[in-house]
Nanobody, 124 residues
Framework: QVQLVESGGGLVQAGGSLRLSCAAS????????MGWFRQAPGKEREFVAYISRSGGSTLYADSVRGRFTISRDNAKNTVDLQMNSLKHEDTAVYYC?????????????????WGQGTQVTVSS
């Protein structure tokens, strides 16, 4: 079992930056692919970014490509999401999650373990 704890959320003005971090417990972190998702009030949870076990492969939602960067440190059991040029529409609760397989990486139902989420609010 893996436990995930997100941190780094907060209130930021449009155009600003935030760095989210997800800390994982357990010795098997490096065996999981990782994803970041977000959920705004009244909306479904949506894919944001994905990183493979080794960190060699990444994928981004069209809405964040070029502004967000996902990275991981398997020695520290962490996966980060650097968010730049934030927009009001980026406001949501952000979640990290683990995935065993390297397919359908944008589908939240195929992720195994989830953190509790961290709130990101971007003021316009």
């Amino acid at each position: 079992q893996v436990q995930l704890v997100e941190s780094g959320g907060g209130l930021v003005q449009a155009g600003g930056s935030l760095r989210l971090s997800c800390a994982a417990s357990g010795r098997t972190f490096s065996s999981y692919h990782m994803g970041w998702f977000r959920q705004a009030p009244g909306k479904e949870r949506e894919f944001v970014a994905y990183i493979s076990r080794s960190g060699g492969s990444t994928l981004y939602a069209d809405s964040v490509r070029g502004r967000f960067t996902i990275s991981r440190d398997n020695a520290k059991n962490t996966v980060d999401l650097q968010m730049n040029s934030l927009k009001h529409e980026d406001t949501a609760v952000y979640y990290c999650a683990t995935k065993s397989g390297q397919w359908a990486v944008a589908a939240p139902d195929l992720y195994d373990y989830w953190g509790q989420g961290t709130q990101v609010t971007v003021s316009s």
